[in-house]
């Protein structure tokens, strides 16, 4: 039972760079979310994919974009990493939006450290 | 939007102690969850409360979805070193996404 995984583990960039975080679910969830973990500020929504084939902006979208590649996989990229955007990155996915579908399940996390 | 806040921030207890989180909505939920995530780990769910008044136990936890719609409580009795993390409350209302308090940070010492 793998759930949610994420690529890389870790990741350290130089400002300027850009890369992919990779997210894959395999238990058959048509909603999928990006977070950010800072110290202090919990777990901020980024964006997220409430069916394949849509994507909406969370509650920090600026400097990010997401691909909802098919249903089990979502993306998330950075064209120009910035040291702000040094954080973990955390996937998550859900059966859906609603009551009793909302339970969202989330992957191990990406640290990214940006120089 | 909605806004979450829960507290404490941060909690220092013994082992064995009992210990009690809470978080508080400015608007009216109809789901409560309660997620605990390790150090260097995901978030991973505890307690899911659908209904106002609930109260659901999960070995040593507790929680329960407040009359009121807009708090939550959770409960750990008799606390042991493995509890140490952080716990976070996520709620949501109406046809809003599910948005997540920033966390209580438990240290049991020994």
């Known amino acids: 039972n793998a759930g949610v995984t994420q690529t890389p583990k870790f990741q350290v960039l130089k400002t300027g760079q850009s890369m992919t975080l990779q997210c894959a679910q395999d238990m058959n969830h048509n909603s999928m979310y990006w977070y950010r973990q800072d110290p202090g500020m919990g777990l901020r929504l980024i964006y997220y994919s409430a069916s394949e084939g849509t994507t909406d902006k969370g509650e920090v979208p600026n400097g990010y974009n997401v691909s909802r590649l098919n249903k089990r996989e979502f993306s998330l990229r950075l064209e120009s990493a910035a040291p702000s955007q040094t954080s973990v990155y955390f996937c998550a996915s859900s059966e859906g939006l609603v009551p009793f579908k909302n339970i969202q399940y989330f992957g191990a996390g990406t640290r990214l450290s940006v120089l | 939007g909605q806004q979450l806040n829960q507290s404490p921030q941060s909690m220092f207890i013994q082992e064995g102690e009992d210990v009690s989180m809470n978080c508080t909505s400015s608007?009216?939920?109809?789901?409560w969850l309660w997620y605990k995530q390790d150090p260097g780990e995901g978030p991973v769910l505890l307690i899911a409360l659908y209904k106002a008044g609930e109260l659901t136990s999960n070995g040593r936890l507790t929680a329960q979805f407040g009359i009121t719609r807009k708090d939550s409580f959770l409960n750990i009795s008799a606390s042991i070193p493995s509890d140490v993390g952080i716990y976070f409350c996520?709620?949501?209302?109406?046809?809003?996404?599910?948005?997540f308090g920033k966390g209580t940070k438990l240290t049991v010492n020994p």
């Open positions: 608007s009216i939920f109809n789901t």
């Open positions: 996520a709620g949501q209302g109406g046809s809003e996404k599910l948005v």
